[in-house]
């Protein structure tokens, strides 16, 4: 009984020091949960704005309107823009990720519907989930922490109530993703809070599943081959320009085999100005060169 007093009187006081720092986005259960970062700066998961405005929900019923100050949906954060008040911005671990069995709280208010605080362990580090875009986010803390709908984007901090996360998605199981509050994430939130939008290389073409790009060869009697089917791509991309059209298949992504769209995202990342790809063209087999644009657009 000592050990769960304990448990229960560590979640207390980790709600008391953090909980007014987290606010609830939108109204009910259909938004999510963010935190103050800064004076009139909240951070919350990207996938939890709808369009440009907001309703952020303080402790103590206030309602503001705020503004998207800046949004990463590849990276899925975003920071948005609101008189927070006397809300103290939470405070930033300086800790290294924490490893396997570290105790964690997390905490949200879902959709203004009042905080929520809960324990848990790290279960595993180092995973993976699909940012709004589809683009693979990676390196993200696996937590048992329970929480409800509406919670993504609260944070995860440690026993002193520093920030060492943000919940991010809810998997099956009952377990928790959250990104890792690490420099790499400070730095970024600290561009969107200045309003600076990321940068990134893009081609501008949408990709069909493998199942139905073999499916679409077979029916028009071509043979299987293992590539990624484009479906789509954007007028005026460098996709377009390099001339790359839909119903292509692309075999090779800087001279590597391609069977998922993650080989495409890995090779714009690590690429310069050119990325060179491998397409196939009916039966025909063919090299392109693409000059690389940066801008938020997708793949």
């Known amino acids: 009984m000592a050990v769960l007093a304990e448990l229960g009187s560590s979640v207390a006081s980790v709600a008391e020091r953090v909980g007014p720092s987290v606010v609830g986005l939108g109204r009910g259960w259909g938004r999510g949960s963010g935190v103050v970062i800064g004076d009139g700066l909240v951070l919350t998961n990207a996938h939890n704005l709808r369009d440009e405005e907001v309703t952020v929900s303080f402790p103590?019923?206030?309602?503001?309107?705020?503004t998207v100050a800046g949004a990463d949906l590849d990276a899925d954060?975003?920071?948005?823009?609101?008189?927070?008040?006397?809300?103290?911005?939470?405070?930033?671990?300086?800790?290294?990720?924490?490893?396997?069995?570290?105790?964690?709280?997390?905490?949200?208010?879902?959709?203004?519907?009042?905080l929520r605080a809960t324990l848990g362990f790290v279960s595993s580090v180092g995973r993976s989930f699909r940012g709004p875009r589809g683009r693979r986010i990676?390196?993200?803390?696996?937590?048992?922490?329970?929480?409800?709908?509406?919670?993504?984007?609260g944070?995860?901090?440690?026993?002193?109530?520093?920030?060492?996360?943000?919940?991010?998605?809810?998997?099956?199981?009952?377990?928790?993703?959250?990104?890792?509050?690490?420099?790499?994430?400070?730095?970024?939130?600290?561009?969107?809070?200045?309003?600076?939008?990321?940068?990134?290389?893009?081609?501008?073409?949408?990709?069909?599943?493998?199942?139905?790009?073999?499916?679409?060869?077979?029916?028009?009697?071509?043979p299987d081959v293992d590539g990624?089917?484009?479906?789509?791509?954007?007028?005026?991309?460098?996709?377009?320009?390099?001339?790359?059209?839909?119903?292509?298949?692309?075999?090779a992504?800087?001279?590597?085999?391609?069977?998922?769209?993650d080989d495409i995202h890995a090779a714009l990342d690590a690429e310069g100005d050119e990325l060179r790809l491998t397409v196939v063209r009916g039966a025909d087999e063919r090299e392109v060169t693409v000059a690389l644009a940066a801008d938020a657009a997708e793949a």
């Open 60 to 66: 103590g019923g206030r309602r503001e309107a705020g």
């Open 77 to 114: 954060v975003a920071v948005i823009a609101v008189d927070t008040g006397d809300a103290p911005p939470v405070e930033w671990s300086e800790q290294t990720a924490p490893g396997i069995g570290t105790v964690v709280f997390a905490l949200a208010d879902p959709g203004g519907r009042g």
């Open 138 to 153: 990676r390196g993200t803390i696996e937590h048992t922490a329970p929480l409800p709908r509406g919670s993504s984007g």
């Open 155 to 222: 944070p995860l901090v440690d026993a002193e109530g520093r920030l060492i996360g943000i919940n991010a998605v809810r998997m099956d199981g009952g377990l928790i993703l959250a990104l890792p509050a690490d420099e790499a994430l400070r730095r970024r939130v600290d561009a969107l809070g200045r309003g600076e939008a990321p940068r990134r290389a893009h081609l501008g073409i949408a990709i069909a599943p493998p199942h139905v790009a073999r499916r679409l060869r077979r029916s028009v009697g071509l």
């Open 228 to 251: 990624l089917l484009v479906r789509g791509v954007e007028e005026g991309s460098p996709a377009d320009a390099a001339g790359i059209e839909r119903g292509d298949l692309i075999v």
């Open 253 to 261: 992504v800087a001279g590597k085999p391609a069977s998922r769209v």
